[in-house]
């Protein structure tokens, strides 16, 4: 079993930053690929970043694309997203995902543990 718990959100203003973590439980972390996904209200949810078990490969959603970044720290079971020049439309509540695979993916279904999620609001 894996336990994701993230960190990190709140209300920024339009241009500002955050930093996401997510805390992972699991003595395999260093085998897992992790994604971000976030999801606003009336929207379905939507890709946003993952990285593959090393660190080496990271994939990110078009509309976040120079703006966020994912990393990891194995050492600490943790996956971070940086996230600046926030927009309002970034607004969502942000959750993080281990897959129990290495490579890192873009598709939600491929992901086998979930975290509770963190509320990101940026106002205009």
């Known amino acids: 079993q894996v336990q994701l718990v993230e960190s990190g959100g709140g209300l920024v203003q339009a241009g500002g930053s955050l930093r996401l973590s997510c805390a992972a439980s699991g003595r395999t972390f260093s085998v897992y690929a992790m994604g971000w996904f976030r999801q606003a209200p009336g929207k379905e949810r939507e890709f946003v970043a993952a990285i593959n078990w090393s660190g080496g490969s990271t994939l990110y959603a078009d509309s976040v694309k120079g703006r966020f970044t994912i990393s990891r720290d194995s050492a600490k079971m943790t996956v971070y997203l940086q996230m600046n020049s926030l927009k309002p439309e970034d607004t969502a509540v942000y959750y993080c995902?281990?897959?129990?695979?290495?490579?890192?993916?873009?598709?939600?279904?491929?992901?086998?543990?979930w975290g509770q999620g963190t509320q990101v609001t940026v106002s205009s």
């Open positions: 995902a281990a897959r129990m695979w290495a490579i890192a993916t873009m598709t939600d279904k491929l992901y086998d543990y």
